[in-house]
């Protein structure tokens, strides 16, 4: 498998660079970047390596000797947990290292890692447990599994490709810790998962999910639920005014210290992206469900709805939504150049009940990715065409443009070895979020 990606021929580099330089700033990408392999092959060796991304979820390997496998991108690996403390998690790539073979096939359980192809085996610390068949001269130390970089953050696993490659978690880590804990990420468990496979380049699945211009005519459920579509799906001054007497309301009735609370970190090659914001669901509804009413216990601790959603950003392709019952954890994994994996994973908290009802919580963001499978499946279908040109992006999806002329001005520095200059960050509209910490953004030097 990996002989066949590196006998790839590969693309013009130069070619690449210009591309990029002919962008026209809040504008759409060109025709290349979301059908070209050869782009996403130079993706796969530049860009994906920078960035962390959620795996899995701690319950998943609940005791020592639990594993999963799971897909970091194009490549298997294996998360296990190795000892009974909280964070004592490891993960490997799923391979062999006496002749490659995939180490383990499935989910499981065991005091090691057994290879079934010769029995070589190796602790759940990553060393190598098999030595007696060992040539003469060879070191037992310098056979062990090969590590990838792993972070536990409340409860969230998240991995990266290459250690040298990733950029610092540190500050994501201390930055979104509190949230997670008060949303009781870390003492949740999984009601349901679904991966809706989506035939489009990653990018598009992406931009897609960072505006909601697209909210009315393609979510009429979610449009009806989200009291945030006043401003985020349409540019209506009345509208806007009603928004901000929602907000003032659910602010005097929650109080300054959880209005206040939000964190943001634009991120560049150096520091990884995060963000956290809270806001009123709207409309008197307590949670994120068809009625508006509970469908699972409070989590985190909470004695009380308030009627509030926390959104937190994780990286670039991770993403969590928070009401105060439930959590819906995103990963966007792509797969090809025109094929991304969009994964959704449904949490409550570990007492809730046991028969607790899995198509209610899931209800609302399921028929909405289902919709956006299909629309983005479209909108890849149409640039595929010989008619399509790049079109400009509305004040609605600044987000989006935002993020296109970051991943741009990414790809080129990495091309390039070259930083340009500071771009203006994206500032999230004021009366978007309650918090004033997730409305603003001081631009990196």
């Known amino acids: 498998m990996q002989a066949s990606k590196d006998l790839r021929s590969p693309i013009d580099r130069n070619a690449v660079v210009r591309l990029i330089d002919e962008h026209r700033p809040d504008w759409s990408l060109q025709q290349a970047f979301y059908l070209d392999p050869g782009i996403f092959a130079l993706e796969r060796e530049l860009w994906f390596p920078r960035q962390w991304v959620i795996v899995a979820h701690a319950s998943e390997i609940p005791e020592k000797g639990r594993y999963i496998l799971r897909q970091l991108f194009d490549e298997e690996i294996i998360v296990v947990r190795f000892g009974d403390g909280e964070d004592d998690i490891a993960a490997y790539y799923n391979v062999c290292t006496h002749r490659g073979s995939r180490l383990c096939t499935r989910d499981g359980r065991g005091r090691l890692l057994v290879c079934p192809y010769h029995a070589w085996s190796f602790r759940l610390t990553g060393e190598l447990q098999t030595t007696r068949d060992l040539p003469e001269g060879v070191d037992p130390e310098a056979l062990g599994l090969h590590k990838v970089p792993m972070k536990v953050v409340g409860g969230l696993v998240l991995c990266g490709l290459a250690a040298e490659s990733l950029p610092d978690i540190e500050p994501a880590a201390e930055g979104l810790i509190e949230g997670l804990r008060e949303h009781g990420v870390a003492s949740a468990r999984i009601v349901a998962r679904k991966n809706y496979l989506t035939k489009a380049n990653w990018k598009l699945v992406l931009e897609n999910f960072l505006e909601c211009y697209h909210c009315r005519p393609a979510h009429p459920e979610y449009f009806r639920v989200n009291g945030h579509v006043k401003v985020t799906a349409m540019r209506d001054a009345d509208k806007a005014v009603e928004w901000q007497e929602e907000i003032d309301q659910w602010h005097s009735v929650i109080g300054d210290a959880e209005f206040n609370k939000g964190a943001w970190e634009a991120g560049d090659l150096d520091t990884m992206p995060f963000a956290m914001h809270r806001k009123p669901i709207g409309s008197g509804r307590l949670t994120l469900s068809d009625d508006g009413r509970p469908v699972s216990s409070l989590m985190g601790g909470r004695k009380a709805y308030d009627g509030g959603e926390s959104g937190f950003r994780i990286g670039r392709l991770s993403f969590l939504s928070a009401p105060n019952d439930y ?19 449904w949490l409550v908290d570990k007492d809730a009940d046991v028969d607790v009802d899995a198509e209610k919580i899931a209800w609302m963001w399921d028929v909405t990715t289902v919709q956006d499978k299909k629309i983005t499946e479209d909108n890849a279908d149409g640039i595929a065409s ?38 203006a960050e994206w500032t999230a509209p004021a009366q978007l979020f309650a918090s004033p910490k997730a409305a603003c953004s001081t631009p990196r030097r």
Do not use: C, H, W
């Open 327 to 345: 959590l819906t954890m995103f990963q966007m994994v792509p797969r090809s150049a025109n094929e991304t994996d969009v994964i959704l994973t």
């Open 386 to 423: 010989r008619a399509y040109r790049p079109g400009p992006y509305t004040p609605l999806e600044s987000q989006t443009a935002f993020f296109v002329e970051t991943y741009l001005s990414q790809m080129r520095t990495l091309i390039t070895g070259e930083r340009g200059e500071a771009k």
